[in-house]
């Protein structure tokens, strides 16, 4: 259990870090933070260049934490909030990704949830200084403020009327 649980904070941290780094550089295929900023303009964001790079730098320390198994119900929270925005950008075009659909940031979404849920296993951060395991409430807690905090960065920062 504990490889599969290590094995899953590393490949969906590295996808975080990855997007993240794409989201605010010119590394990894991304367009800078012009380039996220423009993404957020054409998906209806206000903020630009202060959006993309919260988004970016959101995605990368979310990634980072998962990677570490360190304060995972907060990496939890970030990528919930990070994923909650992209689940609403892509709403619209339903559920699957061969149609532009929310599937995948979903599928994101949940999975450092469950990590919450089960812990991030023997070989973390928090299971060495001690955190574990985390009282019910922390899940509870993580997927609130996760969602909440996304939803509230489209309620505040989405723009009215249609998308581009």
Same mark, same amino acid.
Not at 145 to 150: C, P
């Given at each position: 259990m504990n490889t599969g649980l290590l094995i899953l904070r590393l490949v969906v941290g590295l996808l975080f870090v990855g997007h993240g780094i794409q989201k605010v %550089?010119? $590394?990894l295929g991304g367009h800078g933070i012009a380039g996220g900023a423009a993404e957020f303009e054409a998906d209806g964001f206000r903020g630009g260049r202060l959006t993309a790079a919260a988004a970016g730098g959101g995605q990368i320390a979310a990634g980072l934490l998962l990677?570490? /198994?360190?304060?995972?119900?907060l990496a939890a929270a970030i990528a919930g909030g990070v994923m909650t925005v992209a689940v609403t950008v892509k709403w619209r075009? #339903?559920?699957?990704?061969?149609?532009? #659909? =929310?599937? =995948?940031?979903? @599928? &994101?979404? @949940?999975l450092p949830g469950v990590l919450t849920l089960t812990g991030p296993g023997r070989w973390s951060v928090d299971q060495a200084i001690g955190l574990l395991p985390w009282a019910? /409430?922390?899940t509870a807690a993580a997927a609130a403020?996760?969602?909440? %905090? /996304?939803l509230m960065t489209r309620l505040l &920062?989405? $723009?009215?009327?249609? $998308?581009?």
């Open positions: %550089s010119h $590394r990677c570490a /198994g360190a304060l995972t119900p075009n #339903g559920l699957w990704v061969q149609d532009n #659909g =929310y599937e =995948y940031p979903l @599928v &994101l979404m @949940v019910p /409430g922390w403020l996760g969602v909440g %905090s /996304g &920062l989405g $723009r009215p009327g249609p $998308r581009h």
